[in-house]
């Protein structure tokens, strides 16, 4: 048993702890497409290139949107007709008042929690709005590509 526990140890000793972190950071996909966090798309790629990658972004994110929005509409829209039917047919009875108290109840909770979440949902803003203003023909792109694709 002494041997294995002494081979556990000397192979451990040959393996190297390696910090990729690091390398994470200097090597990442966005990085290498988008640009650094510093400076805008149009210093690497040309403005058709640029209209080019926001247009196909944007239309499979818009093409995306909008099925999983019909998706999502025929879900809740069958349900809330099932409910009426259930209700109506008397299998199922709504307490109007308890509904009313629940809902002010999540209204007020909502209202505190906004306060809150404010300062984080404004510096996302602030920084797409930055992100928006130095590369404006990529965006300028993936919003016409996302209408297009809510068309299609």
Same mark, same amino acid.
């Given at each position: 048993?002494?041997?294995?526990?002494?081979?556990?140890?000397?192979?451990?000793?040959?393996?190297?702890?390696?910090?990729?972190?690091?390398?994470?950071?200097?090597?990442?996909?966005?990085?290498? #497409?988008?640009?650094?966090?510093?400076?805008?798309?149009?210093?690497?790629?040309?403005?058709?290139?640029?209209?080019?990658?926001?247009?196909?972004?944007?239309?499979?994110?818009?093409?995306?949107?909008?099925? #999983?929005? @019909?998706?999502?509409?025929?879900?809740?829209?069958?349900?809330?007709?099932?409910?009426?039917?259930?209700?109506?047919?008397?299998? #199922?009875?709504?307490?109007?008042?308890?509904?009313?108290?629940?809902?002010?109840?999540? @209204?007020?909770?909502?209202?505190?929690?906004?306060?809150?979440?404010?300062?984080?949902?404004?510096? *996302?803003?602030?920084?797409?709005?930055?992100?928006?203003?130095?590369?404006?023909?990529?965006?300028?792109? *993936? #919003?016409?590509? *996302?209408?297009?694709?809510?068309?299609?």
């Amino acid at each position: 048993m002494a041997d294995r526990g002494e081979e556990a140890e000397s192979e451990d000793e040959l393996y190297e702890v390696v910090d990729i972190t690091d390398y994470a950071r200097r090597h990442q996909w966005w990085s290498r #497409v988008f640009g650094s966090n510093t400076g805008p798309i149009a210093e690497k790629y040309s403005v058709a290139t640029q209209l080019m990658m926001g247009g196909v972004t944007g239309w499979c994110a818009g093409y995306l949107f909008q099925k #999983v929005g @019909k998706i999502a509409a025929t879900a809740v829209g069958g349900g809330f007709l099932l409910l009426q039917i259930a209700n109506h047919s008397g299998y #199922v009875q709504v307490d109007w008042k308890k509904v009313k108290k629940d809902v002010n109840k999540a @209204k007020k909770h909502l209202k505190k929690k906004a306060n809150k979440a404010a300062p984080e949902l404004n510096s *996302f803003i602030e920084e797409s709005t930055e992100f928006v203003k130095r590369n404006i023909v990529v965006s300028s792109g *993936f #919003v016409g590509g *996302f209408l297009l694709g809510l068309a299609s």
